[in-house]
Structures are given as structure tokens and as C-alpha cells.
């Protein structure tokens, strides 16, 4: 039987530090350790394993132990068991790195254990690897072991700026155990001081939550609190820079260099830059490596203006970086320019409180005028305006552009007045894009495509952008073809909000197509306007396999030149009722409802709608409306089918629209809130109809909840109908 080698010797004993981690490389030599004929050889072929052992370092806002150099290591215990092995057993007990063994081929699970003298104070696993014939190798990352004996230390500095003013620290932790700060302490700042040091010794293991309030006489400047990780025999340390430095200099370009030149940044360093001054500016990236910085832009007492002096983005934030613009500033672009004014890429972050982003053209296929937020990069917006920004020619997301796993967050402020000479006016989100609106209003934004918003999605890769509307406002858009509101296709939730007062040629506040779903469970839809000639769909216009879900909010008074006042569904798409309103809309027909896919309701009410011809709620055009509860009532239609009208004209008839009603309330003459019919026709209530003015069915009087009904399309119906 053949067996496998593992080796550990001294051919690289130095520590390597490379992305936090510190790295020992362990490689093969020849020495047994332990006898391979007690060891159960099971079946299988042989390899040599090669071992890594690596040091995990400190990350992160939380005070981490600093991990031991390997030196300080005396002894290793190597444990492991095949994975069909009950429990683990030692495979070596190494005091040195000058060991090696024989393992069999196979999958393995690992535990490396690293002792300070008696005391186990690392520990790394390996699961599920495959130990194969030749070299193989095992890293291991070591942590701290979460012991709950032994004693650690603390060591936390602090530094600021003598200008802070800092004359007081108080210091509380969530539990006992910390000497001196069973109760909170007060800790006295000498008077221009810059640095403090909380250091306690042997602390027991655990974890700790410590707050540090820093004061100047009696006022709370800053509040800073640290999760402490204490483990036996190591020192928990951390420097903090509580207070955000202000940058010296007298033009941005010297104040960013100042940032730049600074050496040593830690995680967390926050800068202040101050403008007191108008600029012309050639652009900057900002970017630090793996440190966590944070700068925040903001003009002295009135509005300061940074104007672009060159092609390219003026602000591009990189890995690591926050960057906040803060009140009194303008960002402005050039009026022909190739990127988009502000470029955040992955892992950045771009807060805008406040200030504008606006004025930049773009030429050519360029996509995204204002702002453009890439992979796995987030944007914030809680104030300020982004405005007056153009997509190139073809170009997507006049204001701002999402691209794919970007996140886009909304909590106020202003994207209004953009332009996109493609689709999305003011937004444009990408695959997987991510857009959350708690408030603040996406209004005067024009495209072809979604005036406000337009969504992309890749059905077969499984990849949909999702918009989240919880609050705000999507007004005052135009779309030159769809969606004057938003042209979606992806995953729209709307919670809460308003889309209201938009313009397009079909879908004047919402058009859901290619597979998009919108789901509606409150918020109002209101006021917008389908505005030609067989594109209908005011409110929400559903197509090419779109879906939409109401189960709360309100479509009312919208307009439609054609059908569907309030909702449209085409042939291949469906529209779910589960709750809600559709109210006040109006239409030549359809006017609260035009129906030529699939219509569901299951509760809520299509009420007060005005349709010219006929279906004063909803009209079913070929297509099939299934009605198991809810109300439709006091509609009007100036022909026949007050509250609902079934087609099926000469061309198509016998196989037009179909109704099937199995609960619910649709009224009808006499009753109160009846539908209405102007002129003299049938189908107070509902009407069956081809060759416009033939009934096939009808009734006239309320069809209560008891009263079913049905159509198939093909002449045949049954149920409580007059004829």
C-alpha cells in the first residue's frame, strides 16, 4: 500500500505580510513522527502534502487580538480523520517546523491547534479537501480560540486633533470584568493634548462592548463604540481616529494632496475638506489601498462650484474610500464630455447630502450623464440635487446609471431635470442593480425609454435589477415611446410613494414588459397620461409577458387617449387584484381596467372609472378575466357594459374574450353605487358583445357574491345572466 507525505521543515521561516495576512510557507522534508503501521491505512492512492499555516491580522472596526508571531508558537498539534471517520485523531504533534508524516489519499477534514506553552491560543480547519497523489497542500487561516478561560489585554489609542477641544473621556463597558470600569470612568484630557490611550491588563477572555464619550467641559463631542475581543495570553489592540481631520491648504488640489501624502492612514481616518473658494478642476481618483478612509467635500458659508477643466469624470471614488458631498458645493460637468461627472466603482461609497451634481453632456454612445455607480459600488443620497445632466447619443441614464450589483439608496434630495437620449431620463439600472427610494421626488426627467426610471434584466442568466419605492415621489417625467414614469423589466416593489403626473405615448406612469414584474401593496399611481392612439395603459401598462401584482394603493385618475385608464394587459401578460383601488380613471374603453392577457382579482375595487365607449371598469379584449372577489362598481360607459364589457367582434368572434366570475360584487341597476350606462344598452352590470352593438349575454341587475358567471370565449355561457 502507498501512502501520502506530508512535510514540514525550515525552508522559509520568515513572516510575510501580504492583504492583512500574516503568511508562513511550510514545505516538505522526510522525518516520520508518528509510526504509519499504526495508522489505519485504508484503500486508496498516495500524494506528498505541502502545509501553509497562516496568521489572520486585524480588520475591521472591531478591536481584534493581535495574533502572535509563529516564533512565539511552541508547540502544534495536527488533527484530522477521513470523512468517514467518526471523531478526529492526531496525526502529528509537531515542536518544530522540521517535521513530516504519511497520510492516505483521500478526503480529509484538518484541525491545526497552536499552544503558547500549556495554553491553546490559535486554531485553523480545513474541511472536505482531497489529499490526492503527489504534492497537495493544506492552508490554514489561525484565529483566536473563543476561550472563556485566561486573561488578555487592551490596548486602545486615540488620537484627534489639539483643535477638538478634548478635555474629558468617559469610559463604560456592557459587563464586569474590565478593571476599573465596573462603573463608568471619567478620565481627565490635559488641555491641547492629541492622544489617549485606554490600556488594562489581564482582562478576562470574552467579549466586551466598550463606549468612549469624549467631551469639552460638559458637551458630548463624540460617541465611539468598539466591540472588544479579549482571548487568553494575547493583546486586544486598535488605533482610532474619533474626530474628522480638516485638511489644510487653499486649493482643492493641494488640500487632496495633502490626503495623499499622509503616511500610516488607519481604517476609519476621516478627513474634512473645506472650499472657500470657487475651482476649476482636471478630476481626481481617490484611492488609499486597503485602508477604510472617509473625506467629506462641503463649502464654507455659500455655495462653492468644482467645474470639470478636462474630459473624464471629476470624482472617481475607489475601494475603501466614503466619499460624502455635503452641503454648499456643485459639481459641474462640461457640455461635451465622454464619462459621467461622478464614477463610483467597486467596493466605493458616494454620499451625497447635499450640494449638486449637474451639467454634464455626454457625447456619443456615452451612458450615464450625472453619476455612475458600479459593481458592487453603493451610492446615498439623503439631500442635494442631481440635474441638467445627458445621456450620449443612444446613451442610458441621463442622472444617474446602476451598473450591474450596484446599489443605489434614496432617502431624499432631488434627480430631476435629466435627459437620456436612450432610455431611463433620470435613472438607468443595469443587471442585478439595485435601487431603494425612501423618499425624496425623480421629476422632469425625459427619455425614450422611462422618462424617470428604466430597469434591465437577463432572464436566462436569472439576473433582475430591482427598485424598491417605500416613499418619495416619480413625477413630472416624459417618455417619448413607454413608461413615462418608470419602463420596467425587473423587479419593481412598491410599498409606499407616489408615480404621478408622467407623460408617455403608452404606460404614462408605469409600463412592466420582457418578463418584469411590478408589485404594488401601497403608494398611489395617479394623474399620469397615455397620450396616442392605440397605446394604451395610463396608470400601469403590462406587455411582452410582463406581471403585475396589486395588493394595496390606489391607480386613480389617469388618462388614457385609448384603453385602460388605469391598467392595460396585453396578450401575453398577467394582472393579479389581491387588494386596493382602481379608481377615477379614464379611457375610450376600459376605463378603470382593458384586458387582453389575464386578469385575476381576487379582492379589492374598480370604482368610479369613465370609459367613452364601453367597459366603463373593465374591458376584456380576447383575453380572459377571472373574478373570485372584490367590487366593481359605480362605473360608467357611455355604451354598453357600465361595469364590465367581454369582446369579441366580427373578426375574431367565436373565440373573443372570456369572464368568469365565482365570488365578488359587480352592481348593477337599482343598486347602491350601480354601474352606469348612458345611452340605451345593454349590461347595466356586464356585457358580452360582438359586433359592437350584438349582445351575447348580459345582466343588467347587481351580481352578488352568490351569482356566478361565466363566458368561454366561444358563445357558450352559463350562470345567472339576464340572456
Do not use: H
Not at 506528498?48 to 480588520?59: D, E, F, H, L
Not at 450640494?355 to 443620497?381: C, D, R
Not at 443605489?408 to 433620470?426: D, K, L, P, Q, Y
Amino acid at each position: 500500500m502507498k501512502e501520502t507525505v506530508v512535510g514540514i521543515n525550515k525552508l522559509l521561516k520568515r513572516v510575510t505580510v501580504i492583504a492583512g495576512i500574516m503568511t508562513v510557507l511550510i514545505f516538505s522534508s522526510c522525518k516520520d513522527v508518528f509510526d504509519k503501521n499504526d495508522f489505519d491505512i485504508l484503500s486508496g492512492q498516495p500524494g506528498m502534502a505541502k502545509v501553509t499555516i497562516s496568521v489572520m491580522n486585524n480588520n475591521g472596526r472591531t478591536v481584534l487580538p493581535i495574533m502572535p508571531d509563529l516564533s512565539e508558537i511552541t508547540k502544534f498539534d495536527l488533527l484530522g480523520k477521513k470523512s468517514n471517520a467518526p471523531v478526529e485523531s492526531l496525526l502529528a504533534e509537531l515542536s518544530t517546523l522540521d517535521t513530516s508524516f504519511y497520510l492516505e489519499t483521500g478526503e480529509w477534514n484538518f484541525t491545526l491547534n497552536a499552544y503558547k506553552d500549556t495554553e491553546l491560543i490559535l486554531q485553523g480547519k480545513i474541511e472536505n479537501t482531497v489529499i490526492g497523489e503527489g504534492e497537495n497542500e493544506l492552508n490554514f487561516k489561525l484565529s483566536s480560540v473563543n476561550s472563556e478561560s485566561g486573561k488578555g489585554n487592551i490596548e486602545i489609542t486615540f488620537t484627534f486633533p489639539a483643535s477638538a477641544g478634548v478635555t474629558l473621556v468617559n469610559i463604560s463597558s456592557d459587563k464586569p470584568g474590565i478593571p476599573d470600569i465596573q462603573e463608568p470612568l471619567d478620565i481627565t484630557i490635559d488641555t491641547g493634548a492629541t492622544k489617549y490611550t485606554f490600556s488594562k491588563n489581564n482582562v478576562p477572555s470574552g467579549d466586551y462592548f466598550i463606549s468612549f464619550k469624549f467631551f469639552n467641559g460638559t458637551t458630548q463631542l463624540r460617541v465611539v463604540s468598539e466591540l472588544v475581543l479579549v482571548r487568553n495570553s494575547l493583546t486586544s489592540k486598535k488605533t482610532i481616529q474619533p474626530f474628522a481631520v480638516t485638511v489644510p491648504g487653499i486649493t482643492l488640489a493641494e488640500k487632496l494632496a495633502y490626503i495623499n501624502g499622509i503616511e500610516g492612514k488607519k481604517d476609519g481616518d476621516e478627513y474634512i475638506i473645506k472650499l472657500n473658494q470657487d475651482e476649476s478642476f482636471g478630476g481626481y481618483t481617490l484611492y488609499y489601498g486597503a485602508k477604510k478612509v472617509s473625506i467629506t467635500l462641503t463649502g464654507d458659508t455659500q455655495m462653492r462650484t468644482v467645474s470639470l477643466s478636462d474630459q473624464g469624470a471629476l470624482f472617481t471614488v475607489k475601494e475603501n474610500v466614503t466619499f460624502t458631498l455635503d452641503k454648499n458645493v456643485t459639481l459641474k460637468g462640461s457640455n461635451d464630455n465622454s464619462n459621467p461627472l461622478v464614477v463610483v466603482d467597486r467596493d466605493g461609497t458616494f454620499t451625497m447630502n447635499g450640494g449638486e451634481i449637474s451639467g454634464n453632456i455626454t457625447v456619443l454612445g456615452a451612458t450615464g450623464g450625472g453619476v455612475a455607480v458600479g459593481n458592487y459600488a453603493t451610492f446615498i443620497m439623503s439631500g442635494g440635487k442631481i440635474s441638467g445632466n445627458t445621456g450620449g447619443f443612444s446613451g442610458s441614464g441621463g442622472g444617474v446609471v446602476v451598473s450591474n450589483n450596484g446599489t443605489f439608496i434614496m432617502n431624499g434630495g432631488e434627480i430631476s431635470g435629466n435627459t437620456a437620449r436612450g432610455s431611463g431620463g433620470g435613472v438607468y439600472l443595469g443587471y442585478s442593480a439595485t435601487f431603494t427610494m425612501e423618499g425624496g421626488e425623480i421629476s422632469g426627467n425625459t427619455a425614450q425609454y422611462g422618462g424617470a426610471v428604466c430597469m434591465n434584466s437577463d432572464k436566462f442568466l436569472n439576473m433582475y435589477s430591482t427598485f424598491t419605492m417605500k416613499g418619495g415621489k416619480i413625477s413630472g417625467n416624459t417618455a417619448q415611446y413607454e413608461g413615462g414614469g418608470a419602463y420596467v423589466s425587473g423587479i419593481f416593489n412598491m410599498i409606499d410613494g407616489e408615480i404621478s403626473g408622467n407623460i408617455a405615448n403608452g404606460g404614462g406612469g408605469v409600463s412592466v414588459y420582457m418578463d418584469g414584474t411590478f408589485t404594488m401593496s401601497g403608494g398611489k399611481i395617479t394623474g399620469n397620461n397615455a397620450t396616442e392612439e392605440n397605446w394604451n395603459g395610463s396608470g400601469v401598462r403590462v406587455i411582452n409577458s410582463g406581471i403585475f401584482n396589486m395588493n394595496g394603493g390606489e391607480i386613480s385618475g389617469n388618462t388614457s387617449y385609448w384603453g385602460g385608464g388605469g391598467v392595460y394587459v396585453d396578450e401575453s401578460s398577467t394582472f393579479t387584484m389581491s387588494n386596493g383601488e382602481i379608481s377615477d380613471n379614464i379611457a375610450k374603453g376600459g376605463g378603470g381596467v382593458w384586458v387582453e392577457g389575464t386578469f385575476t382579482m381576487t379582492d379589492g375595487k374598480i370604482t368610479g372609472n369613465n370609459a367613452d365607449w364601453n367597459g366603463g371598469g373593465v374591458w376584456v379584449e380576447y383575453g380572459t378575466f377571472n373574478m373570485n372577489g372584490g367590487e366593481i362598481s359605480g362605473n360608467t360607459s357611455n355604451w354598453g357594459g357600465g361595469g364590465v364589457l367581454v369582446k369579441g367582434d366580427g373578426n375574431y368572434y367565436p373565440s373573443g374574450g372570456s369572464f368568469n366570475k365565482t365570488g365578488g360584487t359587480i352592481t348593477g341597476k337599482n343598486s347602491p353605487n350601480s354601474n352606469v350606462i348612458i345611452n340605451d344598452a345593454k349590461g347595466t352590470a356586464i356585457l358580452v358583445q360582438y359586433n359592437d352593438n350584438n349582445a351575447v349575454c348580459f345582466r343588467e341587475n347587481t351580481a352578488e357574491p352568490n351569482i356566478n358567471l361565466s363566458y368561454d370565449g366561444y358563445g357558450n355561457y352559463d350562470g345567472g345572466w339576464d340572456q
